[in-house]
């Protein structure tokens, strides 16, 4: 057996011994090493070889080689020959009722390209009937650089890992693009523009729940940097059956006169759908509702802009709406709720940091609603309008400021249970819940400064004084046990100079401020009784008195001495203070 040997493909092994090449270049231990290694360099060298660039001209010939001097004359022939690896390049020119088929998928490495060689190749469907290009289901698909125009549809039935990008695709009778089917995972949309749709513009869709699908979601599917106008039968974008990981990125909408987001209704359900940093543009269409889904589970709306509806603008209902968040949006001139959820399934939603400027909100200032059992937080609401209709139905929602800002809110309607504002060690914050009918809350003032105490809460915080202009600023402040060490932080109008602090009209301490403004004071007292609490900028010195601790031995025989001392202004005074003392000598 050990003189043994067997070749195959230029590769010699002596049987029982240590595998080498026979051209020297290696050696390797191992016969499974061996096989994995060759199997390795064929899959590459398979890979390279299929590898062909097709092109097609409106004036080819579908009987030539399809290369650059002599390409094929249709795209739904190229769609035809191409395998994985392969790019088929269009030349400038337009292809007139032209339906392109897929015949093949590629792979994570070789997918199959459609894309143009120069100018804007378009396809023009002419009758608004079947799809410009049928993905047919294939997978490892891109497109770019394409006008489609006329179709049906202008790209269907896409298959997973398709890839569409910087397109036109216009005027259909039907869908613009359907971006996702029943099983789709990794398709992407993006730096297209999209307009005139028969239809929904961008159909996303996943297996629908049972008993109306097997249920498996569609997942990961992005729309991003697209710009979407003029849909005047259905939605901009359209979400249908269950999805998981949709990403809708940087897009713009405008002239959507039948609505931009819209999922569909139970028992299909959304999970990671996340939209952010998207304009919404309403000035001819304020009528929409921009943002419209059901059962949107660990969802979230964020970094937007929206202008000029007279509709509510974002809404989340369903019977299962868990942990949805809308944070640091913008509301300008949306004269409804800004944002609203309905339902008792729609519990522990959030919306932190959202804008909202002096024209946008229901009833004059309520800018966010929880109704019909819905339950929410409203963190550091911003903008000029911050207030919160409660509606009926055991409905309930919290205030909160994480910073332990110091504001003022009033309660109206017919809450059946609220908590005042309260300052805890995390947080500022207070509550209302609905009963049998609604409620509100309404931000009324937020100051720059804060309150945050060791334990338990501070209560009945009201702010007396808050003179800018002056750096002035008194608040009485209560706590709900004696011992209760706080920490006070307040913003001044100026650097570099002192504050004194009193409590109780008792100066207790003085304070340099810093090159932020910004003032850090703890108190270590009891609070056996509210106290006031009074943050004063010090202009110049304040009068003083001067002890002498040895005598004096005055040898002229002057009535009045005139001793007069003078110091350095700090930075903030620009005069010199003087003390003048009268000493009287006999």
């Known amino acids: ?26 050696s390797i231990g ?113 497109i770019s650089h394409l006008t489609i125009c006329r179709y049906g549809h202008t790209i269907d039935e896409p298959g997973s890992y398709i890839h569409v990008s910087d397109c036109d695709l216009s005027d259909t009778d039907g869908v ?15 730096n297209c523009t999209l ?22 979601p569609a997942t990961y599917i992005t729309v991003r940097n697209c710009t979407i106008y003029r849909n005047a039968v259905h939605g901009a974008i359209d979400f249908f059956g269950n999805l998981d990981h949709v990403e809708i990125d940087g897009c713009t909408f405008y002239s959507n006169w039948h609505g931009i987001l819209y999922s569909h209704d139970d028992p299909d359900f959304m999970n990671h759908i996340m939209v952010h940093d998207c304009g919404f543009y309403g000035n001819d269409s304020p009528s929409v509702i921009p943002i419209n889904f059901n059962r949107a589970t660990n969802s979230s709306v964020y970094n937007n802009s929206f202008h000029d509806y007279t509709s509510e603008v974002v809404i989340l209902s369903g019977t299962i709406s868990s ?24 519990d522990g939603a959030v919306f932190d940091g959202n804008y909202a400027d002096d024209t946008s909100g229901n009833y004059g200032d309520k800018v966010y609603c929880f109704a019909y059992g819905a339950d929410g937080i409203v963190k550091t609401p911003l903008g000029t309008h911050r207030g919160i209709i409660i509606g009926s139905g055991n409905s309930s929602a919290r205030v909160e400021f994480p910073d332990n800002s110091v504001f003022t809110a009033t309660f109206g309607g017919s809450l059946e249970s609220s908590t005042p504002i309260r300052y805890y060690p995390t947080n500022s914050s207070c509550y209302g819940k609905s009963g049998a009918s609604s409620g509100n809350i309404v931000v009324t003032n937020q100051y720059n400064i804060t309150l945050r105490p060791t334990y338990a809460y501070l209560k009945d915080v009201a702010v007396n004084t808050w003179d800018e202009a002056s750096d002035t600023y008194t608040l009485n402040v209560n706590s709900s046990q004696s011992n209760n060490p706080t920490w006070m932080n307040i913003t001044m109008q100026n650097e570099y100079s002192s504050c004194e602090i009193y409590k109780d009209d008792i100066l207790v301490d003085t304070k340099t401020i810093g090159t932020d403004k910004t003032l850090t004071w703890n108190y270590s007292g009891e609070f056996s009784a509210p106290h006031d609490f009074k943050f004063e900028r010090r202009y110049g010195l304040r009068s003083s008195y001067i002890n002498l601790t040895h005598p004096i031995i005055m040898t002229s025989s002057a009535i009045e001495n005139n001793l007069t001392f003078s110091r350095t202004p700090d930075r903030n005074d620009n005069e010199i203070t003087s003390f003048k003392i009268m000493v009287k000598t006999t």
């Open 1 to 26: 057996m050990m003189g043994n040997t067997t070749s195959q493909l230029g590769f010699t092994r002596n049987i029982g011994q240590q595998a080498s090449f026979t051209g020297g270049i290696a």
């Open 30 to 142: 191992g016969d499974r090493i061996r096989r994995l290694f060759l199997l390795m360099v064929l899959l590459a060298f398979v890979g390279a070889a299929s590898a062909t660039d097709y092109y097609v001209a409106t004036w080819g010939d579908n009987s030539s080689s399809g290369n650059f001097t002599h390409p094929w004359q249709n795209v739904s022939y190229a769609t035809q020959q191409a395998v994985a690896g392969d790019t088929i390049y269009l030349f400038d020119g337009t292809w007139y009722d032209e339906h392109a088929v897929f015949a093949n998928s590629g792979n994570a490495t070789h997918p199959i390209t459609l894309t143009a060689h120069n100018g804007t190749p378009t396809m023009e469907g002419v009758d608004k009937t079947g799809a410009g290009i049928n993905i047919n289901f294939r997978d490892y698909i891109e």
């Open 176 to 190: 613009v693009i359907v971006i996702s089917e029943s099983n789709s995972t990794h398709n992407t949309i993006e």
């Open 195 to 216: 307009y005139d749709s028969g239809w929904n513009t961008i159909q996303v869709c996943g297996n629908r729940e049972p008993p109306n699908g097997n249920g498996i």
């Open 323 to 346: 942990n949805f968040t809308a944070n640091h949006n913008e509301f300008y001139n949306c004269s409804d709720y800004c944002i609203r959820v309905d339902g008792n399934g729609c």
